[in-house]
């Protein structure tokens, strides 16, 4: 079975659905838990690469975040697999030279929308999702400036890029989409907000319905599925 390396900041942010997604799509995951002592390795021996969420500033001096910088850049080079979700998305625009800032529409946190950018319609991973699709938004950079020549594919009126792909099969998502609500819940009682203010989820939002495909889909490209993306 293919296998994926999961690289994780914090203890509230691991996989969470995608821990059961992947590994019934045939993706297999060796998690790296920075929060517990595990060191990064040197590169990437897996078909694919996932890095998380944390709290820390991606544009800051957080712990493991240039060595995770240079992992992606490897993984990259080596045409592997990449899903970042949240600052893992950031950490992937700066391993391929984009720009992350302070949103300066402030913190976007709690259950929302994101938009289906035109790129999508032919995107190996994301072409299934609905117009709308619903998302869990918990962050306050943003990336500001995309990597040269990255495919904008999800955006929203309060964060400009919501999701992006960085050549064929690297995969950029700010939103977030592994979450539960008790996840969410641990989240505000960290930080200081109230419960009330981002839950419940609204009675029709399913994110497993929504984005368990779109897991099912990398694991595809990453045990070798044809993306269908020409690059040019």
Do not use: Y
């Not at 391929?96 to 938009?115: C, D, F, S, T």
């Amino acid at each position: 079975m293919a296998r994926a390396l999961v690289v994780e900041f914090i203890a509230g942010e691991d996989a969470g659905a995608l821990g059961r997604w992947l590994p019934a799509a045939g993706l297999d995951l060796d998690v790296v838990r920075l929060h517990a002592g595990d060191v990064l390795p040197e590169r990437v021996e897996q078909e694919a690469l996932v890095v998380m969420g944390g709290k820390q500033d991606a544009f800051g001096t957080g712990e493991g975040q240039s060595e995770t910088i240079a992992l992606l850049q490897g993984a990259i080079a080596d045409d592997k697999a990449v899903l970042g979700v949240c600052l893992g998305a950031q950490l992937l625009a700066l391993a391929a030279g984009g720009q992350v800032a302070r949103n300066p529409n402030g913190p976007e946190q709690g259950w929302g929308l994101v938009r289906k950018g035109d790129a999508c319609g032919d995107d190996p991973i994301l072409r299934s999702l609905p117009l709308l699709p619903d998302v869990v938004h918990w962050h306050q950079d943003e990336i500001s400036v995309l990597p040269p020549g990255a495919v904008p594919l999800l955006r929203n009126g309060a964060t400009e890029v919501q999701g992006f792909r960085v050549g064929a099969r690297a995969w950029g998502l700010q939103c977030h989409i592994e979450v539960d609500e008790a996840m969410v819940a641990r989240w505000a009682d960290e930080d200081g907000v109230d419960r009330d203010l981002v839950l419940p989820f609204p009675d029709d939002v399913d994110l497993e319905r929504t984005w368990r495909p779109v897991a099912e889909a990398f694991a595809r490209v990453a045990r070798g599925g044809f993306t269908g993306v020409t690059l040019t």
